[in-house]
């Protein structure tokens, strides 16, 4: 399945394959503020486009970009890698277009102890 999604004024655009089987809602303290629903996927199955218009955030062991866009403020994603060392994305799926986040099982992960 393709999924397409976007930054809320769209200069930021995604593309994404792979099945949503879950999402993650984390409580570490810049999930708890922003509210993101995330989709682990190998950052080889994203395509991006409007890279330019990204800034990036960083914080406490700095392992993980946090890729928002420079106009809106919206984080389509981040990016990181996995145990494994394999680069992945975290597709924020509440800026997938048209699609019905409600039905995606979600689990609870518990970031302030990770
Ligand atoms: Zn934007």
Redesign the pocket.
């Known amino acids: 399945m393709k999924y397409l999604g976007?930054?809320?004024?769209?200069?930021?655009a995604i593309e994404v394959e792979g099945e949503i089987a879950g999402a993650v809602s984390c409580n570490c303290s810049i999930c708890t503020k922003r509210g993101s629903l995330l989709w682990f996927v190998p950052r080889e199955q994203m395509k991006l486009t409007?890279e330019s218009?990204l800034t990036t955030y960083t914080f406490n062991r700095h392992v993980i970009k946090h890729r928002f866009?420079?106009?809106?403020?919206?984080l389509p994603f981040g990016e990181g890698t996995d145990g494994k060392g394999v680069a992945t994305a975290a597709i924020n799926i509440r800026c997938l277009n048209d699609f019905d986040f409600s039905k995606v099982p979600v689990h609870e992960y518990d970031g302030r102890k990770a």
């Open positions: 976007s930054c809320h004024c769209g200069k930021v409007g218009e866009c420079k106009h809106c403020g919206v």
